[in-house]
Every structure is written in structure tokens, then in C-alpha cells.
């Protein structure tokens, strides 16, 4: 009996992570032309000028993703708007 009450609540649980994922996503759709965006390298240039290790800039659907560790040693993950550079969503991993 509890076997058969466990999938179904484990379902639930992966189906809320899973919508709360979709969510985010969809606050950061940008409609902007790929041939307007910026290159890798020229966003990868923008956060080393402001003091950033920069380890790894991925092109993503709407944006760029860099990760790379600020000038106190931490490792931040950012999404970035591909046409201005600007961050649009930061998170850091404090260690």
C-alpha cells in the first residue's frame, strides 16, 4: 500500500521542480535576432573588464549563461542578455 501512495506524491514533487524550472525560463524568453547578439567572446571580454574570471559563457535559447568566480573568490552563475550584455538573472554559490 505505501508503494502505491509514494509514486504518485514523488510524481507530484518532480512535476512542481519541473514547472517552477519552465517558469523561469519564461521570464527570461528575449525575442531578439541571433545575428544581433553579441559573440561569445565579446561577453566573455565584457565581465573579464569588470574583474570576473570568466570560466565558461554557453549561448542558451534567449540568452547567454556565464559562469565564472567574482573578485572575492566565488563562483556566480549569470544569465545575460545577448544584444546589450546586461545580467538579466545572477546567482552565487557563496563556498
Known sequence: MRKSLLIPVIAFALAGIVGTASASDDEMKIDA?????????????????????????????????VYAIDKDGRR????????????????????
Open 33 to 65: 535576432p541571433q545575428d544581433q547578439w553579441l559573440t561569445v567572446a565579446q561577453i566573455a571580454e565584457k565581465f573579464t573588464s569588470q574583474g570576473y574570471d570568466v570560466r565558461q559563457v554557453k549561448a542558451k535559447k534567449a540568452a547567454y549563461e
Open 76 to 95: 556566480i552563475e549569470t544569465y545575460v542578455h545577448p544584444v546589450t550584455g546586461e545580467p538579466l538573472k545572477r546567482e552565487r554559490e557563496d563556498d
